[in-house]
Nanobody, 125 residues
Framework: VQLQASGGGLVQAGGSLRLSCATS????????IGWFRQAPGKERESVAT????????YYTGSVKGRFTISRDNAKNTSYLRMNRLKPEDTALYYC???????????????????WGRGTQVTVSS
């Protein structure tokens, strides 16, 4: 499975961005998708995760109410809508996937098997 994250950029505080994660290969399986981010000098952290049916979703506390994760299985694409962005949201954002036929979601980085290259999000104050 290959993943490609896109949609990052430079935005002012309070602005919005929508990240996309396109998946290819192995799409017959039911994958849980996770979004992670890593700021300079910090460890990579979970941002949000969604199962195949989109009936189980997790957000880390700092993004609740501002970020929305979604997916379009027909397009093999997951999205992360980010509103009211803050300078502390600045990071390299990654999407990852793990086969999850029972619909489980995972917030731990080590649970994910497939990773894409990151897309940079920079929020200016």
């Amino acid at each position: 499975v290959q993943l490609q994250a896109s949609g990052g950029g430079l935005v002012q505080a309070g602005g919005s961005l929508r990240l996309s994660c396109a998946t290819s290969g192995g799409t017959s399986r039911q994958y849980t998708i996770g979004w992670f981010r890593q700021a300079p000098g910090k460890e990579r952290e979970s941002v949000a995760t969604i199962n195949y049916s989109a009936n189980s979703i997790y957000y880390t506390g700092s993004v609740k109410g501002r970020f929305t994760i979604s997916r379009d299985n027909a397009k093999n694409t997951s999205y992360l809508r980010m509103n009211r962005l803050k300078p502390e949201d600045t990071a390299l954002y990654y999407c990852a996937a793990v086969s999850s036929p029972d619909g489980s979601i995972y917030s731990k980085e080590r649970s994910y098997y497939y990773w894409g290259r990151g897309t940079q999000v920079t929020v200016s104050s």
